[in-house]
């Protein structure tokens, strides 16, 4: 699955998640390219409500975009949102007997695309445990995890 259809499922609580993940300057680099403003105002709940706003404004520029550069910043913004779930990625990386370092590891993750409908089903069922499904779908999609439609019901 591309990273902006991944972006575009997911719940606007979870993009706020991957939004504040982000780098500061990558935030700011996506509002002013995309032409997303904020409203000026200055007590600290509008600054919150103003900040979802914008989140609000960019997730639906990215859903409606099909630019090569949109889904490379997409498919940064949910690496760097994976990065701060080290759980989530330890747990599976365990589970799967794959050597890591508190969740990160030194190939790439080729070894997920080969796992059977049974090793995934099995994968799910644990993660599901101690993880949010939306977590988990956005994990294993990005990963590309085979049979994920027909597992994550």
Not at 87 to 95: A, I, W, Y
Not at 103 to 117: A, I, N, R, Y
Not at 125 to 145: A, C, G, M, Q, T
């Amino acid at each position: 699955m591309d990273p902006i259809t991944m972006t575009a499922q997911m719940s606007d609580v979870l993009f706020d998640e991957v939004m504040a993940a982000s780098p500061r300057k990558v935030r700011e680099m996506l509002f002013s390219k995309l032409g997303i403003k904020t409203k000026k105002t200055f007590s600290l709940k509008a600054f919150s409500e103003r900040k979802s706003d914008q989140n609000r404004q960019l997730h639906q520029a990215l859903i409606k975009t099909a630019s090569k550069r949109e889904a490379d910043i997409c498919k940064e913004l949910i690496r760097a949102w994976l990065y701060t779930k080290r759980p989530l990625l330890k747990s599976t990386l365990d589970f799967l007997g794959v050597p890591n370092d508190d969740g990160l590891v030194e190939v790439e993750p080729e070894f997920f695309k080969e796992l059977s409908k049974e090793k995934v089903k099995s994968l799910v069922d644990h993660l599901k445990k101690s993880f949010p499904k939306e977590e988990i779908n956005l994990y294993l999609r990005f990963v590309e995890v085979p049979f994920l439609d027909e597992v994550l019901v």
